[in-house]
């Protein structure tokens, strides 16, 4: 409206001024300009202040246009901080979740790993307590077996302390009555010239024996450089078969000298079982050796080779057990024949004193019938033979050893 009317005003006074002079009746239409002039600027003045309030409106609005642009662009900037923050955050979110699935997927591999790490461990374990269970069985039957052994051991001795106290008896007696006899048979000559020939074809250099008791040895201790127990109890009894001058006792035991000493299938044999109880005592020490460090050593590798070997020890030491009983049934049967031999000849023996006595007694007189001197040496002959074979078996005796 207001432009309209500021167009229209213009127009208006060039009209009224390009009009020239009219009838009357214009005249009074000319008197009345003045007052149209004052209408025109009341309505240029009031289109002006229309206009100029519009423009003060206009710049108002502007103004908050103005005010509200910056603070939609301050909103804006706003909004774009946080979105920015929020694409950090969404960014750093991803990144940890990244983060975590791959330590999931680190963690799912350690824990396989660990599983199966574990599940070998396990396998390794049972293996080790079969390992265990069978050396501890082995273990307890090789105590039981040694146990064994020393009762063996134990009762083997005392029958040979009973026998070595059978044997001083013996030769206390016969030492008596050997002493009694000569002292009789030297007031009759012709008699003691017959026991003067036999005591030339028998008697020899007084011998010393060996006497148990006067062995320097304890069970249980060390009698060699080696300190293997088992082998040195062993290698006792091969010691008791052989003479040594250290080892005598202090008096005569018997002056009937033994045949020479030519190694006889017997002596061999007892020697080679000897032999084969002392391997047999070093592989026994040799096995238990080889199971402790079975027990100790960590590493399955040579617990595998540990074992290998020990397996063929034990079959070593079964050959070697199977042998033992072998040598022994022989060396029995040749005790058994030496035995018999030794029967026949103490018979033959006692058959020849017999008849000897018999002939002194027919030719002596009625005091020597008394006393009968012929009897007397024939008891004490028999009793030295019984002597002697009792001590001969005694040093050919051998110890018995199971495995």
């Given at each position: 409206?207001?432009?309209?009317?500021?167009?229209?005003?213009?127009?208006?006074?060039?009209?009224?001024?390009?009009?020239?002079?009219?009838?009357n009746?214009?005249?009074?239409?000319?008197?009345?300009?003045?007052?149209?002039?004052?209408?025109?600027?009341?309505?240029?003045?009031?289109?002006?202040?229309?206009?100029?309030?519009?423009?003060?409106?206009?710049?108002?609005?502007?103004?908050?246009?103005?005010?509200?642009?910056?603070?939609?662009?301050?909103?804006?900037?706003?909004?774009?901080?946080?979105?920015?923050?929020?694409?950090?955050?969404?960014?750093?979110?991803?990144?940890?979740?990244?983060?975590?699935?791959?330590?999931?997927v680190?963690?799912?591999?350690?824990?396989?790993?660990?599983?199966?790490?574990?599940?070998?461990?396990?396998?390794?374990?049972?293996?080790?307590?079969?390992?265990?269970?069978?050396?501890?069985?082995?273990?307890?039957?090789?105590?039981?077996?040694?146990?064994e052994?020393?009762?063996?051991?134990?009762?083997?001795?005392?029958?040979?302390?009973?026998?070595?106290?059978?044997?001083?008896?013996?030769?206390?007696?016969?030492?008596?009555?050997?002493?009694t006899?000569?002292?009789?048979?030297?007031?009759?000559?012709?008699?003691?010239?017959?026991?003067?020939?036999?005591?030339?074809?028998?008697?020899?250099?007084?011998?010393?024996r060996?006497?148990?008791?006067?062995?320097?040895?304890?069970?249980?201790?060390?009698?060699?450089?080696?300190?293997?127990?088992v082998?040195?109890?062993?290698?006792?009894?091969?010691?008791?078969?052989?003479?040594?001058?250290?080892?005598?006792?202090?008096?005569?035991?018997?002056?009937?000298?033994?045949?020479?000493?030519?190694p006889?299938?017997?002596?061999?044999?007892k020697?080679?079982?000897?032999?084969?109880?002392?391997?047999?005592?070093?592989?026994?020490?040799?096995?238990?050796?080889?199971?402790?460090?079975?027990?100790?050593?960590?590493?399955?590798?040579?617990?595998?080779n540990?074992?290998?070997?020990?397996?063929?020890?034990?079959?070593?030491?079964?050959?070697?057990?199977?042998?033992?009983?072998?040598?022994?049934?022989?060396?029995?049967?040749?005790?058994?024949q030496?035995?018999?031999?030794?029967?026949?000849?103490?018979?033959?023996?006692?058959?020849?004193?017999?008849?000897?006595?018999?002939?002194s007694?027919r030719?002596?007189?009625?005091?020597?019938?008394?006393l009968?001197?012929g009897?007397?040496?024939?008891?004490?002959?028999?009793l030295?033979?019984?002597?002697?074979?009792?001590?001969?078996?005694?040093?050919?005796?051998?110890?018995?050893?199971?495995y």
């Amino acid at each position: 409206m207001a432009a309209a009317s500021v167009s229209w005003l213009p127009i208006q006074l060039s009209n009224i001024l390009a009009e020239p002079s009219k009838s009357n009746g214009n005249m009074v239409h000319r008197s009345s300009s003045p007052y149209i002039f004052l209408n025109i600027k009341k309505v240029l003045d009031e289109q002006i202040q229309e206009r100029e309030n519009s423009k003060n409106e206009e710049s108002e609005h502007n103004q908050e246009l103005t005010s509200q642009l910056l603070a939609a662009e301050n909103k804006c900037t706003l909004l774009e901080k946080q979105l920015e923050y929020m694409w950090n955050m969404i960014k750093h979110a991803e990144m940890e979740r990244t983060s975590v699935l791959e330590k999931q997927v680190t963690l799912g591999r350690e824990q396989q790993h660990d599983q199966t790490h574990v599940q070998s461990q396990l396998v390794k374990l049972d293996l080790l307590e079969q390992e265990y269970n069978k050396l501890t069985t082995m273990q307890a039957l090789a105590e039981k077996k040694m146990q064994e052994l020393e009762a063996k051991l134990h009762e083997e001795e005392q029958e040979r302390k009973c026998m070595q106290a059978e044997a001083d008896e013996l030769q206390t007696d016969l030492e008596t009555k050997r002493l009694t006899f000569e002292d009789k048979t030297t007031s009759y000559s012709p008699i003691a010239r017959k026991v003067k020939k036999k005591e030339e074809l028998f008697w020899c250099k007084p011998h010393y024996r060996l006497c148990l008791r006067d062995m320097p040895f304890v069970a249980g201790k060390s009698t060699s450089p080696s300190h293997v127990v088992v082998a040195n109890v062993q290698h006792v009894p091969h010691l008791t078969k052989q003479h040594s001058r250290v080892l005598c006792h202090d008096r005569v035991v018997s002056n009937i000298p033994l045949a020479k000493q030519v190694p006889s299938r017997s002596n061999r044999s007892k020697k080679s079982a000897v032999t084969l109880q002392d391997e047999l005592g070093q592989m026994s020490f040799d096995h238990q050796q080889l199971a402790k460090l079975m027990q100790e050593s960590p590493d399955t590798e040579l617990k595998d080779n540990l074992e290998c070997e020990l397996e063929a020890l034990v079959g070593r030491m079964e050959a070697k057990a199977n042998q033992i009983p072998k040598v022994r049934k022989y060396q029995a049967q040749l005790d058994k024949q030496k035995l018999e031999k030794q029967k026949k000849e103490v018979r033959a023996n006692k058959k020849t004193l017999d008849e000897e006595g018999n002939s002194s007694g027919r030719s002596s007189g009625k005091d020597f019938a008394k006393l009968r001197p012929g009897e007397k040496s024939r008891k004490n002959l028999q009793l030295l033979k019984n002597m002697q074979t009792i001590q001969n078996l005694l040093q050919s005796s051998n110890v018995c050893w199971d495995y």
